[in-house]
């Protein structure tokens, strides 16, 4: 029989939550600390195939340094891979002005294995005078599958007048 939820052993919230990672955790390598490192990442896994006004496509090779541990492209890696692009995409329509991303979402359909070359095709959804909204879609290059989709919402920082 159970024990009564009044009778079992009371936790320190903080115990509780360490529980939740492995005890044998591996520190974080040198290499991953310096500054830029993700930008880097994302150039040695992205080329830029064309850019225009209101729209940025790359291609995406998926390689070991992006892959999870089912050698498929990190869930983390696609959202990320997500923001930088739709950023590069809204600076197409607005410029140099300053803006931060609002929201992100992203939706996983399938899986993306490793040495897949995917097509990662941004475009603009909504332009306005404070917002910009955009739409990434994640497709393989040989059959065209979606993969992967995200739309981000860009709000325009106001200039202040001195």
Do not use: W
């Not at 999870?68 to 600076?91: D, I, P, Q, R």
């Not at 994640?138 to 739309?151: A, D, E, I, P, V």
């Amino acid at each position: 029989m159970p024990t009564p939820p009044e009778n079992r052993q009371k936790l320190d919230p903080m115990d509780a939550k360490l529980r939740l990672f492995p005890q044998n955790s591996h520190e974080i390598p040198g290499f991953a600390q310096k500054k830029g490192f993700y930008s880097d990442l994302h150039r040695s896994i992205l080329k830029v195939d064309r850019v225009e006004r209101g729209r940025v496509i790359c291609s995406l090779t998926v390689d070991s340094a992006v892959a999870n541990k089912y050698k498929t492209l990190h869930g983390g890696a696609v959202a990320s891979v997500a923001e930088m692009v739709s950023l590069a995409c809204a600076k197409t329509v607005a410029g140099d002005k300053d803006f931060f991303l609002g929201e992100l979402t992203t939706a996983y359909l399938s899986s993306a294995s490793l040495n897949e070359v995917i097509t990662v095709d941004a475009f603009i959804l909504r332009q306005g005078r404070s917002v910009v909204v955009t739409s990434v879609n994640f497709s393989t290059k040989t059959t065209g599958k979606l993969l992967y989709t995200s739309r981000s919402t860009f709000y325009i920082m106001p200039v202040a007048s001195l």
